[in-house]
C-alpha cells in the first residue's frame, strides 16, 4: 500500500496542516473539501495510521501526523527542485561549470563575480583549475572546462574564441636583501642580465619549455604563480607579477618595486582574455558569469608606494643594446 502513495497526496496532507481545516486546504488547492477529506482518509488507510484527530470541529495533527508531516514536506519541496533543474537543463544550463585560470590572474578578482554567482545559480557547482600559460587551452582542448582565463601573450589557436577582459596591473619586484634593491632609478639592462630572473612556464604541448618576459640570461622556469612569489619573497631572483598579489607585502617592506629597463611600468597591465571552443560555447551559467567577469574594475588593488624615479637619457643607453618591450611574466 506504500508504494501506491502519490505526490498530490502528500501535498493535500501539508495544505491541510498549514490551513488548519480541510475545507481551508480545498480552497487553497481550488478542491472540494470531499476531495481534500477522500486524499486524507485514503493516505492515512495506505499508511496505517492516523495523521489528523477529528475528535474536535477542526482537525488537529496527530503525534505521527506532526512527525510525518516535516517528511512530507521534504519530498514535496525536494520533487520542486527536481523539476525546477529539469527545466534548466532543458534550456541548455550546465549540471557543472568548469574553468580554466591563467597563475597570473588574481584570485582575489574572482571574489566578488563568484559570490554573485552563488546567489544567481545556487544549485550549479563550480570547479576551477589554475594552470600555466597554454595549460589553459590545453584543458579546453580535452573538453575538462567550460571556458578559460588566459593572457593576452598566447597565441590562440583559430578553433577558439577569445573574448577581452579587464587587464591585471603588473609590477616588478625583489625582496630587500637582494642586490638590484639598492639600485635607485631604472635599472640598465645589462645589470638585469647578471641576475636571475623569475619566469612561469609550463608543460603543455602549446608552450612546452616557452618562457614569456624572459629579459636575463640566467632565468629559472617555474610551474605556478605561488611558487614564484615564494622564490620573489625568499630573495632567491626578480620578476613580475600581479600588483594585488604582493600589494600588502609591499607596504610592509617584505618587497621592494624595482624599474627595469625595458619593463613596462608600475600598473601596466598583462591583457586577460575568456577563450572557450568556436564549436561548443558556454552555456546560460558560464555565459551569466563571462558578463560579470568583463564587467569588473579595470585596476584592482594598488600599493600605496613610492615608485622608482626614471633613468636619464644617457643612462638607458649604458647597455648599448635594444630592450624588449611590454614583458609580463
Excluded at 170 to 180: C, K
Excluded at 197 to 207: A, H, I, K, N, Y
Excluded at 300 to 324: I, T, V
Aim: hydrophobic residues 45%; proline residues 9%; contains cysteine.
Amino acid at each position: 500500500m506504500l508504494e501506491s502513495v502519490s505526490l498530490d497526496q502528500l501535498r493535500i496532507f501539508i495544505a491541510a496542516a498549514d490551513e488548519g481545516s480541510f475545507s481551508a486546504a480545498g480552497r487553497k488547492l481550488c478542491r472540494a473539501q470531499s476531495v481534500v477529506s477522500q486524499a486524507i482518509s485514503t493516505l492515512e488507510g495506505q499508511l496505517g495510521l492516523s495523521l489528523f484527530d477529528r475528535s474536535n470541529r477542526r482537525p488537529q495533527l496527530t503525534e505521527q501526523g506532526r512527525a510525518l508531516l516535516a517528511e512530507a514536506r521534504t519530498v514535496a519541496e525536494g520533487m520542486d527542485m527536481f523539476k525546477a533543474r529539469a527545466r534548466e537543463f532543458a534550456s541548455g544550463l550546465e549540471t557543472e561549470l568548469t574553468i580554466a585560470i591563467d597563475a597570473m590572474f588574481p584570485i582575489e578578482a574572482l571574489q566578488e563575480p563568484l559570490a554573485s554567482f552563488a546567489i544567481a545559480f545556487p544549485a550549479t557547482p563550480l570547479r576551477l583549475y589554475a594552470r600555466a600559460l597554454g595549460g589553459v587551452v590545453e584543458a579546453l582542448r580535452g573538453g575538462r572546462c567550460e571556458f578559460g582565463i588566459t593572457g593576452s601573450q598566447l597565441v590562440i589557436p583559430p578553433e577558439f574564441v577569445r573574448e577581452p577582459l579587464p587587464s591585471v596591473p603588473m609590477i616588478t619586484v625583489v625582496a630587500p636583501p637582494h642586490p638590484l634593491s639598492r639600485i635607485g632609478g631604472c635599472i640598465p639592462f645589462a645589470e638585469m642580465e647578471r641576475h636571475i630572473q623569475l619566469v612561469l612556464s609550463d608543460r603543455s604541448s602549446l608552450t612546452h619549455d616557452r618562457k614569456y618576459g624572459g629579459l636575463s640570461a640566467k632565468t629559472w622556469l617555474l610551474p605556478d604563480l605561488r611558487t614564484k612569489y615564494a622564490f620573489l619573497k625568499a630573495g632567491l631572483g626578480w620578476g613580475r607579477i600581479p600588483v594585488a598579489v604582493v600589494a600588502d607585502d609591499l607596504e610592509r617592506g617584505l618587497l621592494v618595486e624595482i624599474a627595469p629597463e625595458g619593463m613596462l611600468p608600475t600598473g601596466s597591465g598583462m591583457m586577460m582574455n575568456v577563450v572557450y571552443p568556436g564549436n561548443a560555447p558556454p552555456g546560460p551559467a558560464g555565459r551569466w558569469l563571462i558578463k560579470r567577469l568583463r564587467h569588473m574594475p579595470a585596476a584592482l588593488p594598488m600599493a600605496s608606494h613610492p615608485a622608482p624615479e626614471p633613468m636619464s637619457r644617457a643612462r638607458r643607453g649604458k647597455s648599448g643594446r635594444r630592450s624588449p618591450r611590454g614583458l609580463n611574466s
